[in-house]
């Protein structure tokens, strides 16, 4: 039997394992993409993309496409507002939406601290078809109704056993990447430790035709005597959230007198569904794997963690990893990545998906419907009134203050930058498309001279004002001067890039 050889095999074709293979593509490797399904997964699944996620994607030049789905998903929200004769949900707009916690839709965008920065609406469906074609056109393989079979991982491969309609195949790789989700083949194939809590409780999402739509008004997200409940924004979607224990079978199909009997119980209205069109159920397991390395083999994703779906974090936490990990396995696969550089991968994501899943147990501690949970979310509900607190829980679930521990003093130094304005009306993330970090110079053209070995890895580009800013592939903030000085800017080139080379584009 012959055998397939590329640099990374990524198992999963969800959003996490495409954009990471169309990431690793970019810097030159070869990818190859195993999924078991043969379509994408039709199931109802996020709404939104959250602040940093939609940043990625927009430094892939997939903005204009966000753009275009927002503005479906608006007229959609329209649509059902008038069908049914409630309030539209969306109020002033998307762009003043800043997400919810714990169902409380107080995150007031105008009030965070950067209000351009906002998450982007879009369903999961449609951005697994333009991530699929995006990774296609960067020459990523994928395989589809292929599934893993087995895996032997040494000092310098990887073996890997697949099975599909063809028959047997194998693969040799240099590193694997599992990206299939929270039951993920790799990571019990592999011997990942996956601590953490058991669940609780029992939830459902669906697209459906109901008998009395207006039954169900108000539109959005409620809290009732019996559990959550939200309705709509979309035409059809109903979620429901029950908090009396986890379901008896979590691998049952999930019919339609299941959805309506949990409808009718949390709303207490005399609705009947009529048809699913599409449904899942969830619960509040969560769980992270202890390191998302062991030797040749990766996680990203919810292979990862995985956590109950409160305040939308999981797509934008799966596509951030995948943005952390593209970068340093493609340098690390062509040999021009530093010592220890690959290691960072986990040691900067597993704090910040942790971190997730503690807000998310924090949101369902405030949905419980009894009466000591009622006065705990009065106070929460003060609190994000006032100015500070409408930032902190914005910036909770948004991420944007998550910050990498680089050592460091300066607070901006391991967060992830925005579309910085550039000197003659450049910006930040067009110069990052092809993959290359960005050196923003406001010291007059010292930092420039010393950035300039490292091209093609590194571009750079004259600053606004004397503030400079080195933004490593994943826009991640490496250095920073307010000054003009470069001190630290050797240090943190050759921590990030090596010595200076020009082998590879960007790599």
């Known amino acids: 039997m012959e055998t397939a050889q590329f640099d990374v095999v990524v198992v999963g074709a969800g959003p996490t394992g495409l954009f990471l293979a169309a990431e690793l593509a970019l810097y030159g490797c070869s990818v190859l993409v195993v999924e078991r399904q043969a379509q994408p997964d039709a199931t109802i699944k996020a709404g939104s993309v959250g602040v940093l996620g939609a940043e990625a994607l927009a430094r892939r030049g997939l903005g204009p496409l966000l753009d275009a789905e927002e503005a479906k998903m608006a007229a959609g929200m329209a649509e059902l507002a008038k069908s049914t004769g409630g309030v539209n949900p969306i109020g002033q707009g998307l762009k003043k939406i800043g997400g919810h916690f714990a169902g409380l839709f107080l995150i007031d965008q105008s009030r965070q601290r950067e209000p351009e920065r906002r998450f982007r609406a879009i369903q999961q469906l449609a951005l697994e078809r333009y991530l699929g074609e995006h990774a296609q056109s960067r020459g990523v393989t994928v395989w589809r109704e292929t599934e893993l079979v087995s895996f032997d991982a040494t000092e310098r491969a990887v073996e890997i056993e697949l099975t599909s309609a063809r028959g047997e195949q194998r693969v ?18 592999a011997g990942f430790d996956f601590p953490g809590t058991e669940p609780t409780m029992t939830g459902h999402q669906a697209i459906v035709t109901l008998d009395h739509p207006e039954r169900l008004l108000p ?14 924004p979309v035409p059809g979607r109903i979620f429901m959230a029950q908090f009396d224990g986890p379901p008896p079978d979590r691998n049952a199909p999930v019919t339609r007198e ?45 292979a990862a963690h995985v956590h109950s779906p409160f ?17 340093k396995l493609a340098a690390t696969v062509h040999g021009t990545a530093p010592p220890g550089l690959l290691d960072t991968y986990t040691a ?15 949101q369902l501690a405030l949905m419980r419907p009894d009466f000591a949970t009622t006065a705990l979310r009065n106070v929460v509900t003060q609190l994000m009134g006032t100015d500070d607190g409408n930032r902190y829980f914005g910036e909770l ?15 901006l130094v391991g967060c992830t930058g925005k579309n910085y304005a550039l000197a003659g009306g ?38 606004l004002d004397t503030c400079s800013y080195l933004l490593r592939p994943d826009a991640c903030v490496a250095w920073t001067s307010a000054d003009g000085s470069i001190d630290g800017l050797q240090s943190a080139l050759e921590r990030w890039f090596g010595a200076p080379q020009t082998r590879g584009a960007a790599a």
């Not at 040799?172 to 039951?183: F, I, K, N, P, T």
């Open 172 to 189: 040799r790789a240099q590193y694997l990447v599992g990206c299939d989700g929270g039951r993920s083949r790799v990571r019990k194939l």
């Open 426 to 463: 450049a910006d930040a993330f067009a110069l990052m498309a092809g993959g290359a970090a960005l050196l923003v110079d406001g010291t007059g053209g010292a930092a420039s001279a010393l950035g300039a070995p490292y091209a093609p890895r590194v571009t750079t580009a004259p600053a």
């Open 348 to 362: 900067e994501r597993h704090p910040v998906a942790a971190a997730v899943l503690e807000n998310t147990r924090a």
């Open 311 to 327: 305040g939308g974090q999981g797509l934008n936490l799966g596509l951030m990893d995948a943005c952390n990990l593209g970068w």
């Open 258 to 302: 299941e959805l309506e009997a949990s409808l009718r119980h949390v709303s207490g209205a005399d609705v009947r569904i009529l048809e699913v069109r599409s449904a899942t159920r969830f619960t509040d397991n969560a769980r992270q794997a202890a390191t998302y390395r062991l030797g040749r083999v990766l996680l990203a994703g919810d």
């Open 397 to 411: 679930i948004s991420g944007v203050r998550a910050r990498y521990d680089l050592g460091h003093d300066d607070p």
């Open 219 to 232: 539109l959005g997200w409620r809290r009732t005597p019996h559990g959550m409940m939200a309705f709509g």
